[in-house]
C-alpha cells in the first residue's frame, strides 16, 4: 500500500464548476497536509495546508481534513481554466520533517 | 525574497561524467530537501538536512549519489559516474521548522 494515494485523473470539469481532488494516506501519526499545484513544465508551488479535522477555506480553495478516515481533500470552486495543472497531495508523519508526496492528480478545467 | 535557487537549469552529460547540482535554500530556512521527479515514479525525496546535517538519506539511490551541506545557505547533489536512468528533474525545497516546504525551479538532467 502506497504511503498517499491519488487517483491520477485526468479529472475534467466544466469553467465554473467545483473540482473535488481526494487523497488518503496509511500513517495515523500523520500530522501535517499541504496540497501542491504544479504547472506542466514548472516546481510544486503549495497552494494549501491543514493541520486539524475540518475545514481549511482560502480564497476558492477549500482543504478538508479527515484523520479518522485518513482522508483529504481539496475543493476548487468557480473552476478557471488556469486552474489547470497537476494537484499533489503531501503528508508530513514522524519527526524530522519528513514529508511523503501523492504521484498527483492531473486537472483540466474545460472552458 | 528570492526563493530557493537552483544552478544549472539544463545540464545535459555523457553517461560516465560527473554531475553537480546547487542549491540555495531561501535565508533563514532550516531545513533542506532533495527530490526527483519522473513520469514514471513521480515526486521522490532523496535526502533531506536540519540544520545542515543530514537526516535521512535512504532515497538516494545508490552509491553513485552523494549530498552535501556545508552551511546553511548551500548545498549540492552529485551523481558519479552518471547514467542515462538519471535523467530527470531533480528538485531541491527548503522549509522552516519542518512545515511548508517551498521548492526551486529545478534542474533538468539529460544522460545521454
Known amino acids: 500500500q502506497k504511503e498517499v494515494e491519488q487517483n491520477s485523473g485526468p479529472l475534467s470539469v466544466p469553467e465554473g464548476a467545483i473540482a473535488s481532488l481526494n487523497c488518503t494516506y496509511s500513517?495515523?501519526?500523520?500530522?501535517?497536509f499541504f496540497w501542491y499545484r504544479q504547472y506542466s513544465g514548472k516546481s510544486p508551488e503549495l497552494i494549501m495546508s491543514?493541520?486539524?479535522?475540518g475545514d481549511k477555506e482560502d480564497g476558492r480553495f477549500t482543504a478538508q481534513l479527515n484523520k479518522a478516515s485518513q482522508y483529504v481533500s481539496l475543493l476548487i470552486r468557480d473552476s478557471q481554466p488556469s486552474d489547470s495543472a497537476t494537484y499533489l497531495c503531501?503528508?508530513?508523519?514522524?519527526?524530522?520533517?519528513?514529508?511523503?508526496f501523492g504521484t498527483g492528480t492531473k486537472l483540466q478545467v474545460i472552458p | 525574497d528570492a526563493g530557493v535557487i537552483q544552478s544549472p537549469r539544463h545540464e545535459v552529460t555523457e553517461m560516465g561524467q560527473e554531475v553537480t547540482l546547487r542549491c540555495k535554500p531561501i535565508?533563514?530556512?532550516?531545513?533542506l530537501f532533495w527530490y526527483r521527479q519522473t513520469m514514471m515514479r513521480g515526486l521522490e525525496l532523496l535526502i533531506y538536512?536540519?540544520?545542515?546535517?543530514?537526516?535521512?538519506d535512504s532515497g538516494m539511490p545508490e552509491d553513485r549519489f552523494s549530498a552535501k551541506m556545508p552551511n546553511a545557505s548551500f548545498s549540492t547533489l552529485k551523481i558519479q559516474p552518471s547514467e542515462p536512468r538519471d535523467s530527470a528533474v531533480y528538485f531541491c525545497?527548503?522549509?522552516?521548522?519542518?512545515?511548508?516546504?517551498?521548492f526551486g525551479p529545478g534542474t533538468r538532467l539529460t544522460v545521454t
Open positions: 491543514i493541520y486539524s479535522n
Open positions: 535565508s533563514g530556512h532550516n531545513s
Open positions: 503531501a503528508v508530513l508523519s514522524g519527526g524530522y520533517q519528513k514529508v511523503t
Open positions: 500513517d495515523r501519526g500523520s500530522q501535517s
Open positions: 525545497a527548503s522549509s522552516s521548522q519542518g512545515y511548508e516546504q517551498y
Open positions: 538536512f536540519n540544520n545542515n546535517v543530514p537526516i535521512d
